[in-house]
């Protein structure tokens, strides 16, 4: 039998879905620049593929964050728990 959901204020969602983006797109970023040559002195500049392949991160982070492994990590920072498809 699965636990009743119990209800997150909203702030919490939204806070945890910017953290996520934000913590993503540069980890992501800085290791795809640092692979392909995209690191420059102030960050990381990515063009072309490597940009195609930064947002595919991103993509497959929140996909396998939400639908996979029942939340992100902050979503589980903020004790957010998502239902599992059955």
Known sequence: MAEP?????MWKRVVASILDF??????GGYVIGAATGGLKA????LSGWPALLLFAV????FYVGRRVVGGTLWDRFFGISRPQPT
């Open 5 to 9: 959901l119990v209800p997150v204020p």
């Open 22 to 27: 934000i913590m993503v797109f540069f980890v």
């Open 42 to 45: 102030d960050g990381f500049d």
């Open 58 to 61: 991103v993509v497959a982070y």
